[in-house]
């Protein structure tokens, strides 16, 4: 999206292309389509989006990318395997798609240029899964706090928190209250993430909201990223993936994990 409409819209900007593809559910439908109404950068970000689509729906669209372009997307590519390879942290910046969606925008005026763009936006790398969770998991924690729905629940009880998710959800989650280490227990909802619904409880730390997002999955690697600016960590346990985001200091997020698994282990 444009610089602009990212800088005035953020909480708005993971919810677009999920209504562009009639993703959404009613309520978030609905909320999205109230800001359209008052939101002029969304709306025209929204009919750019429409018309790269568009073009790419097109038959016979066989344009070769532009040299400069692949080189840089194989560089990426090359740069991530290395990194990964080496353990090291990738330093923040902008995905490729990202990049390759201004590419587009930039050249659209330009008939004949646009389908080239639009196949040089179907050559880049599109987001993984793992960047299409971590979308899915920020736009719940955003909504969370901007709906006035942070919890189905409101108690600082872990034994009351706990059996009310029994008949809302097909586990049992962990539930601890963790106000001895700073880490005070808030309530629990049911959220939706990956096409499933999950628990997601939720924390404070010094006024900051910790939502924890839970549900059964494979073990999987320990993840530990900044995502549009807010802290997020993801580990597995019994079966369970956990996904803790917050605003707070990662430093804070990292003892919060800690304090979590020792918690549930106890």
């Known amino acids: 999206m444009s610089e602009a409409n990212q800088k005035g819209c953020p909480e708005w900007r993971v919810m677009l292309h999920g209504f562009v593809d009639g993703e959404l559910d009613s309520v978030h439908a609905a909320q999205f389509e109230d800001h359209l109404a008052t939101c002029a950068h969304c709306r025209a970000e929204m009919e750019r989006v429409r018309a790269v689509r568009e073009v ?134 049911v959220d939706y993430i990956g096409d499933r619904a999950v628990a997601a409880l939720v924390y404070r730390r010094h006024g900051h909201v910790i939502n924890l997002f839970i549900w059964p999955a494979a073990s999987a690697t320990q993840t530990t990223t900044v995502h549009d600016g807010y802290n997020m960590t993801q580990w597995s346990d019994g079966g369970l993936v956990f996904w803790a985001i917050s605003d707070v200091a990662a430093g804070d997020l990292g003892e919060f994990e800690s304090f979590f698994r020792a918690a549930a282990r106890a």
């Open 56 to 189: 790419i729906d097109q038959e016979g669209v066989k344009w070769q990318p532009p040299e400069a372009l692949r080189s840089q997307v194989l560089s990426m590519l090359s740069f991530e395997e290395t990194a990964a390879a080496s353990s090291l942290p990738l330093p923040r910046r902008v995905p490729i798609w990202r990049r390759a969606l201004d590419f587009i925008r930039q050249w659209s005026f330009v008939p004949s240029l646009a389908v080239l763009a639009a196949s040089a936006f179907l050559f880049a790398n599109v987001p993984s899964q793992t960047l299409l969770l971590q979308d899915q998991i920020m736009a719940s924690h955003v909504r969370s706090m901007m709906a006035d729905h942070l919890t189905d629940v409101l108690t600082s009880d872990q034994h009351t928190v706990k059996p009310w998710f029994n008949g809302k959800i097909d586990f049992s989650p962990p539930v601890s209250d963790l106000t001895k280490d700073g880490f005070p227990l808030v309530g629990g909802r």
